[in-house]
């Protein structure tokens, strides 16, 4: 049966019932409003873990910074009997600010104070005191440090510091009223302690870039310990591959010692994952140890990436085996920690590469350590001119780390070559975020191009008096696509090298430096 509403029906329904649809809609903008505050808002009760509670970090599992363990033992002693150091008139240390490069083991130390002392842990991430509401931040700090007080003697643990505690003043135009800044005054309100308690609680935190924090936070009273955790030195490499290799069978050919002196600059982390990674492919080989060549791989994937399936053609394997081959050879000529691999296989963004393994671990270089890996760097393409009689791009890497380490030696460390005419000896200039002349920077630009230019003909030098050499090993990589340590050293015993540290090099070529060194005039 149908039937029509005529016009004064319809408005005369929508008059009668317009109240209720308001009502209604209202209704539904509260409903979405609240749960959009309480979603954006969330819980402002901080996340505690006790150290009872939850499995500890046991101070001896802390392996390879035994120089920050040594530091922050004093403060477990004085959470656990803050009566022995009370009766010497002692104050505790108010914060300790743990800094260094990600996955050196600060949120484990952390923990492992907590553990040590027996104290509760509370953990916390400084974004997580930025939140979209001026105030919030700061209402989840004094309820953290509120919470920790309750606890008696209590650790709190504030990871990534500089995400709310970044140098103030840094634009905006809001006088200090923003999120960030406010959770920052809150959280230099609760270190200086204006309801000073006994001391039970101490604040640890983390940063990786400790230049970008306030000052206010570094100043005694605040943080008064800065302890450096720093990637371990080649002991603290070992202790921490055999501590993460508990559980996992390894092969007899795997020695963990080896390991530690090849992966130099390694953080735990970085260890440790190393470790996992071999495992899963020792897995998925169906082998019942690790092998060394699973570890192997696993160190590869991490340092160049995996192993790609793009295939090159025979020009450009030709162009890659002269292009590494020569980056070889020019460090076994000049005397550097020798190559311990060759391959013209595509890894990550690479096409080809080839890795060393340092002797030993060092910390200082001279002006002729720089520059020998100056001449290393510029070997590929040195190669490439040297054999092919053209460039190409893919040097484009090699070219970059070569400008960054020539501006480094002039601008930072005073290694630059004589640019004055009355020959007088290089100086430091300053770099960063420092004004300088533009005839500063056409100096810098000058002497760091010197450097480069120096290292490219001694480069082509070293090649052309040892050109049998690097026709060899280009063809034994074209043949194998990756040659071992072993193979390495069997091609070089097989001729009778020239190089600086070995015996004269016979003749020096003037060659044309890369466009990335071109004359002063053509820099603009």
């Known amino acids: 049966m149908a ?3 005529t016009t004064d029906q319809i408005q005369e329904f929508a008059f009668d019932w317009y109240p209720v649809f308001g009502v209604v809609f209202m209704a539904m903008l509260l409903f979405v409003f609240f749960r959009l505050m309480r979603t954006t808002m969330g819980s402002t009760k901080p996340e505690t873990v006790k150290a009872s509670r939850t499995e500890p970090v046991l101070w001896d599992e802390v392996q390879g910074v035994d120089a920050a363990k040594d530091e922050l033992m004093d403060v477990a002693e004085w959470l656990r009997d803050p009566e022995r150091f009370a009766a ?4 505790p240390p108010r914060g300790v600010l743990l800094f260094g490069p990600p996955g050196t083991g600060k949120t484990m130390l952390a923990r492992a104070v907590a553990a040590q002392a027996g104290v509760d842990f509370f953990a ?12 919030r931040g700061a209402a989840r700090i004094r309820r953290l440090f509120k919470e920790a007080r309750k606890s008696g003697r209590a650790v709190i643990f504030i990871d990534e510091l500089d995400a709310v505690g970044g140098a103030r003043g840094g634009g905006g135009g809001d006088g200090g009223s923003s999120e960030r800044e406010q959770a920052l005054n809150q959280l230099l309100v609760e270190l200086d302690g204006f309801e000073r308690d006994p001391g039970t609680v101490i604040v640890i935190a983390a940063s990786n870039h400790v230049d970008k924090l306030d000052h206010a936070l570094l100043r005694p009273g605040r943080f008064d310990r800065q302890v450096l955790v720093a990637p371990p030195d080649r002991q603290g490499r070992e202790a921490i591959l055999r501590a993460h290799a508990k559980g996992k069978p390894l092969g007899p050919d795997l020695d963990l010692t080896d390991v530690a002196r090849k992966t130099t600059g390694m953080t ?7 470790l996992n990674e071999g495992a899963i492919i020792a897995g998925r080989a169906n082998r019942k140890a690790m092998a060394r060549e699973d570890l192997d ?20 394997r030709r162009i890659v085996a002269y292009h590494e081959a020569g980056h070889a050879l020019c460090r076994r000529l000049l005397g550097l920690d020798p190559p311990e691999i060759l391959s013209i296989v595509p890894r990550g963004p690479a096409l080809g590469f080839v890795g ?3 002797q030993e671990d060092t910390y200082l270089k001279s002006r002729d350590e720089l520059l020998d890996e100056i001449v290393t760097l510029l070997g590929g393409r040195a190669a490439e001119e040297e054999v092919l009689g053209n460039s190409y791009s893919g040097a484009v890497d090699d070219l970059a780390r070569v ?5 480094q030696m002039v601008g930072e460390f005073g290694m630059g070559v004589a640019i004055d005419a009355d020959g007088a000896p290089p100086i430091a200039l300053p770099t960063g975020d420092y004004a300088l002349s533009d005839r500063t920077r056409r100096d810098v630009d000058m002497a760091a191009m010197n450097l480069a230019r120096e290292a490219y003909r001694r480069a082509r030098a070293l090649l052309a008096a040892n050109r049998e050499c690097l026709d060899d090993l280009a063809a034994n990589a074209l043949e194998r696509e990756t040659l071992t340590r072993e193979d390495l050293d069997e091609i070089f015993a097989a001729h009778d090298l020239q190089g600086e540290h070995l015996g004269a090099v016979r003749g020096t070529l003037p060659a044309a430096m890369p466009a990335l060194f071109g004359k002063p005039a053509e820099r603009g």
């Open 356 to 358: 060393h393994s340092p």
């Open 403 to 407: 400008h960054a380490v020539c501006k």
């Open 124 to 135: 916390a991430s400084g974004s997580s005191f930025v939140e979209m509401f001026v105030g």
């Open 297 to 316: 791989e696993a160190l590869l994937r991490q340092a160049v990436g995996s192993q790609q399936a793009r295939r090159l053609n025979q020009k450009e």
């Open 88 to 91: 010497l008139g002692a104050q």
């Open 3 to 5: 039937f029509a509403l």
């Open 268 to 274: 735990g982390a970085q260890l440790a994952n190393a």
